[in-house]
């Protein structure tokens, strides 16, 4: 055996027995509380805006449901492809991509609608005169990309009000959205509504803010399971959107306690994305919270067909999402 | 084992290439059936092939495969031409190593993703931010072979090139190039495969409607794996045929490195000792052996 096998070996050996500590560690944490450890996809990086589910965690509702949730801050879509492998039970994910899911027999099924009102706008600095949809007619706007939330937002607001892509200078810029929109390189941009229009507004900017929710009602951020977990364990769905709900309704009814909250689940989080929260509230608020509507299914599956994102309507639109679970556990 | 070892040895490259691409079917076929995976886990090689025919048959395929081939070479050239004079430079001056080597260095532990978003901000042009994302990554390899290349010339050669009065010039052309060119061409492949991959980090990043890494992303978005497996494989084979381009000029350049299974440097040392014994040989015989 030479030199480089002799270390290599008890390196490797002690690597192996590193992991498998971890892994114990993992598992000891999970049995000796009691709880059952579940891994959330969340879509996103660590934000207020996931202020309900740190409120949940933290005032105990999902330790009452016999769950310890770890938050996994991953794509939306890996979230969507883990939940349809069945690989984790519940994932926050957008309502276009459960429908593109569907459409590719990913066994999925959205059962709690988050965010009521599809959070995108189209935005632009007053002077460009941007008031209505129609005075994008013959400018230019910056996306993100040809796909995504933001795309099938803006054509969503171009098709409610009866206007074609050619009628607009769409280009591709990327997520920088503000810095295009402030060096005039692009006359209006499309964003998060509850994001970058509060940071443009902060910064002093005089905006003007197209809400595509204003226009066309589309699915959006909610939570996402598959069948088999409903069919096999509707205590852990029932659980899950219990605690959700009674997180999401304490954040509603108390946002500055949400807020502190959130500073405990968000590194080096200070005071200065409080109107986030309070913006993103907006969209979240509902007589029934959590509650999802066929409507708004059946026009985001028909703009999806129309962008031509999907060939075909889906079969069985109706099996993919509920609201058994929000009615039977509304807080 | 030995026997299909020597029969497999006996066969042409291509039926030996058609036979381990048959092997690697039949097990990605046996891995779908035996793992029950559902096709957007991973679809099967008939899956693949169906959806490779529409995208081929609709001109998505070819359409996003030339405006990624439109962004590898650039990139691949300007990094190209960026590392080799700066590789000479940098093997030829002690003082320039020891000023920039460190930021080279230091430079390859920042990852191109993290700041290929920036790069949209600071040029103003998507395609050549995704074309500089390329060069970023093609640059190191090169660089480093460059180097090694041109400090691979025995000290024994610039002493013979001094004695027979050789310009700066011809020290370059005649000597340190052609020594260096096998390196010089083993980063060129590293490079040529390692385009493809930064080409592909810079269409994620800086989304065009255009591109294969385009096409990538709205296939993870609609959840067709198959498609994501079509642009994988055509990546594969864009990485393989620059691979290909480059070894073939490098059987072109290097046609006097291997003889009688010499390497090139041990020819050179060889004809050192032989032209140094020999003293009245003139420079031309000595270009016309390296």
Do not use: C, H
């Given at each position: 055996m030479n030199r480089f096998a002799r270390l290599l070996i008890p390196l490797l050996i002690i690597l192996l027995v590193l992991a498998g500590c971890n892994s114990t560690a993992v598992e000891q944490e999970a049995s000796s509380g009691g709880l059952t450890q579940l891994r959330l996809p969340m879509g996103y990086i660590p934000d207020p805006q996931y202020a309900p589910l740190y409120v949940a965690v933290d005032k105990g509702y999902f330790a009452e449901e016999g769950l310890a949730l770890e938050f996994d801050y991953s794509f939306e879509t890996d979230g969507m492809a883990l939940v349809g492998a069945n690989e984790v039970p519940f994932a926050l994910v957008g309502g276009d991509q459960v429908i593109l899911a569907r459409a590719q027999d990913?066994?999925?099924?959205?059962?709690?609608?988050?965010?009521?009102?599809?959070?995108?706008?189209?935005?632009?600095?007053?002077?460009?005169?941007?008031?209505?949809?129609?005075?994008?007619?013959?400018?230019?706007?910056?996306?993100?990309g040809f796909f995504g939330t933001s795309y099938v937002g803006y054509v969503g607001l171009l098709s409610a009000n009866n206007m074609t892509e050619d009628q607009v200078e769409a280009k591709d810029i990327g997520f920088t959205q503000i810095e295009n929109l402030l060096s005039d390189q692009v006359d209006a941009v499309v964003v998060f509504a509850n994001n970058e229009p509060i940071q443009l507004?902060?910064?002093?900017?005089?905006?003007?803010?197209l809400q595509v929710a204003d226009y066309i009602d589309l699915v959006h951020n909610g939570v996402v399971t598959n069948e088999e977990t409903i069919a096999n364990n509707p205590q852990l769905v029932e659980g899950f959107t219990r605690a959700f709900l009674r997180g999401l309704k304490d954040t509603i009814a108390n946002p500055d306690e949400a807020y502190?909250?959130?500073?405990?689940?968000?590194?080096?989080?200070?005071?200065s994305r409080r109107d986030v929260l309070d913006s993103s509230i907006e969209f979240w608020r509902a007589d029934t919270l959590g509650l999802t509507d066929g409507q708004s299914w059946k026009r985001t599956e028909d703009l999806l067909i129309e962008m031509g994102l999907l060939d075909h309507p889906v079969a069985d639109l109706e099996k993919a999402y509920t609201n058994d679970f929000v009615l039977k556990v509304q807080p | 084992m030995k026997n299909i070892k020597r029969f497999l040895d006996a066969q042409p490259t291509w039926l030996t290439v058609l036979a381990s691409l048959i092997v690697l079917l039949i097990a990605w076929q046996l891995l779908v059936i035996l793992g029950d995976y559902p096709a957007f886990i991973l679809p099967g090689p008939a899956d693949v092939w169906r959806q490779f025919q529409i995208v081929l048959a609709d001109g998505r395929l070819v359409r996003h495969s030339l405006i990624t081939i439109s962004e590898i070479i650039p990139g691949l050239l300007i990094g190209l031409f960026i590392a080799v004079p700066l590789g000479y430079m940098l093997a030829k001056s002690p003082l320039a190593e020891r000023l920039l080597s460190p930021y080279l260095i230091a430079s390859q532990a920042i990852p191109v993703i993290a700041i290929a978003p920036l790069l949209t901000i600071w040029i103003s042009s998507t395609y050549w931010s995704r074309v500089t994302v390329a060069v970023l990554v093609v640059f190191f390899p090169i660089l480093i072979n460059s180097i090694t290349g041109i400090r691979s010339v025995p000290p024994e050669m610039y002493e013979l090139m001094a004695s027979l009065h050789a310009t700066r010039g011809q020290v370059f052309s005649k000597m340190e190039l052609p020594a260096a060119m096998p390196m010089l061409l083993t980063g060129l492949k590293v490079g040529a495969t390692l385009a493809v991959i930064g080409t592909l980090v810079g269409e994620f990043v800086q989304p065009r409607s255009e591109g294969l890494g385009y096409l990538l992303v709205t296939a993870r978005y609609q959840f067709k794996t198959d498609l994501v497996f079509v642009v994988l494989i055509a990546l594969g084979a864009i990485a393989l045929s620059l691979y290909g381009l480059v070894s073939l000029l490098e059987r072109r350049l290097l046609r006097w490195q291997l003889r009688d299974g010499k390497s090139a440097s041990a020819l050179q040392r060889e004809k050192v000792v032989v032209i140094s014994q020999g003293s009245s040989e003139s420079i031309k015989y000595v270009e016309k052996e390296i």
């Open positions: 990913l066994p999925v099924v959205y059962i709690l609608e988050w965010f009521q009102k599809y959070p995108i706008a189209i935005v632009s600095r007053q002077a460009a005169g941007i008031e209505t949809p129609q005075d994008l007619i013959g400018r230019s706007v910056g996306l993100p507004e902060n910064m002093g900017e005089a905006i003007n803010n502190e909250i959130s500073k405990k689940y968000v590194e080096g989080l200070d005071n | -």
